[in-house]
């Protein structure tokens, strides 16, 4: 994916629908460049390579796993401000979803 890309997926923020969607047409094109079935069996592409499949990941866990890492930069490094209003953000989230967990500890 290129650096634009990258910077679209990250700061969009699409519905799951639409990255999945999204997902399906990144799909279709590689399986087609690869000159492979497009009916090709899914299970089969998302399967992790060691056990014997292509090992494909799903875009929108990608999405998420970089927007998490960097919350975690800028926690790590942001000044007390910061780090108190990313904090702030956060237990809103938390509450807005009615987790009883606490997302940090």
Do not use: C
Request: no cysteine; glycine share 4%; hydrophobic share 35%.
């Amino acid at each position: 994916y290129g650096r634009k890309s990258s910077i679209l997926r990250f700061f969009s923020n699409l519905s799951e629908k639409q990255l999945s969607d999204l997902n399906n047409q990144i799909l279709l094109y590689v399986l087609r460049q690869s000159r492979l079935s497009t009916r090709i069996n899914r299970k089969l592409i998302w399967m992790p390579q060691n056990l014997g499949g292509f090992g494909f990941n799903h875009w929108q866990d990608r999405i998420y796993t970089e927007k998490l890492e960097l919350l975690q930069k800028l926690l790590a490094r942001s000044s007390p401000m910061v780090k108190n209003l990313l904090q702030a953000q956060i237990k809103h989230h938390q509450h807005q979803f009615a987790s009883s967990q606490p997302v940090l500890s």
